[in-house]
């Protein structure tokens, strides 16, 4: 087995290094979160952060199917360092971009 540190893999100069930075510490996304907390009842909710990189970084690269971003957050190394190793469900990834339009 080998441990990768997912944050070593987004290069400084990179666009997911550009994008990573943004996202995490130059937006305010606020706006996101009180619609995808979820504590009383069902699986918790994807951080929007999250769900804002893998997205905004799948389209950067021409991916547009919720399906091959899952697809991606499961086998690519960049992927996996934006979404900090998760792998939302393309039917999360598919409502997350239909309810912001």
Known sequence: MV??????Q???????Y???NLISHRLDLSIFHPRFKNDKNGRPAYDP???LKII???YSKGITSSREIQW??????IFKALSCDT???FTSIASF?????
């Open 3 to 8: 441990v990768i540190n997912f944050e070593e």
């Open 10 to 16: 987004i290069q400084p100069g990179s666009f997911e």
């Open 18 to 20: 550009a994008l990573h």
């Open 49 to 51: 952060v999250i769900m």
């Open 56 to 58: 905004l970084f799948a």
């Open 72 to 77: 991606s957050c499961e086998t690519n190394i």
């Open 87 to 89: 792998v939302p469900h």
């Open 97 to 101: 971009v239909s309810s912001h339009p």
